[in-house]
């Protein structure tokens, strides 16, 4: 009866080491559990990369760069026909009596794009420390300075954006890519900038200035623009759908 008892306790015992291993072994081939994704592209801040905003800062409060410290913020808002209306507050390190202004570069070369695109500024609006500038004219077609009537750090652009669009398929016209830049950017090139697109949806972001290009931030379908980009390297290529007609 001992012997029966000792082969009894030795066979439990086995059979428990043995479904303890085949569990490990289950555990071991099964699988990772998806954690939470990084965002894209995950850059590091360097010198001469994108700058991360403050803590507490969103793309869509009205801190951080262009608003509360040195940098330009430009907000997009695409319209049905594929043009921009735009936004962009500019807060310089120092006053300026001169304005420089340059449109987006055509889409031929543009990761993205590779197509053609003649961009125009139309509506154009200056506002230097809350004081309406006078302008010569209100359309931008090239490169231009615009004189202010006194030096100011404090910007405020507001214009609408065409012929930086290119419609990408006959069986969606509603998903496009389109180029966008401040107007701005070259004033000052290392501000720190942020792109924020508001309506329609975003799909993709495109940066060729950038070592790193792919831009787009988030998960779909939250998707947004890595913030910080310095001003010189602030060119984007939006791959969006524009929002219906109303």
């Known amino acids: 009866m ?15 080491a043995a ?4 569990l490990s072994a289950t555990a071991a081939c099964a699988p990772d559990v998806a954690g939470p994704v990084a965002p ?14 403050q803590p507490g800062e969103t793309p869509t409060t009205s801190s951080g760069p262009g608003a509360t410290r040195p940098g330009i913020r430009l907000v997009a808002k695409p319209m049905p026909d594929g043009s921009f209306d735009i936004v962009e507050d500019v807060m310089l390190p120092r006053a300026t009596s001169i304005l ?10 543009l990761s993205g794009m590779m197509t053609k695109t003649s961009p125009i500024a139309t509506n154009l ?9 006078p302008l010569a004219s209100s359309s931008v077609t090239t490169t231009t300075d615009v004189p202010l009537t006194t030096a100011a750090t404090n910007l405020r652009l ?10 990408r398929t006959e069986s969606k016209p509603e998903r496009a890519s389109a180029a966008i830049r401040p107007l701005t950017a070259i004033t000052e090139s290392g501000l720190p900038t942020n792109l924020i697109v508001t309506g329609g949806e975003l799909l993709n972001a495109v940066c060729p200035l950038l070592t790193e290009t792919r831009c787009a931030v988030g998960n779909p379908p939250k998707l947004s623009v890595l913030q910080g980009i310095p001003a010189d390297k602030a060119l984007v290529v939006l791959q969006l759908d524009l929002p219906q007609p109303q």
Not at 100 to 109: I, Y
């Open 100 to 109: 420089q202004v340059q449109l987006p570069a055509s889409g031929e070369q």
């Open 40 to 53: 894209s592209p995950g850059l590091p801040v360097s010198p001469s990369g994108p700058v991360s905003t």
């Open 2 to 16: 001992e012997d029966l008892r000792r082969l009894a306790t030795g066979t439990r015992w086995l059979a428990t």
């Open 19 to 22: 479904l303890t291993l085949g």
């Open 158 to 167: 507001t214009y609408r954006l065409s012929g930086s669009t290119v419609r």
């Open 125 to 133: 609006r200056v506002l230097a420390d809350n004081m309406v500038v």
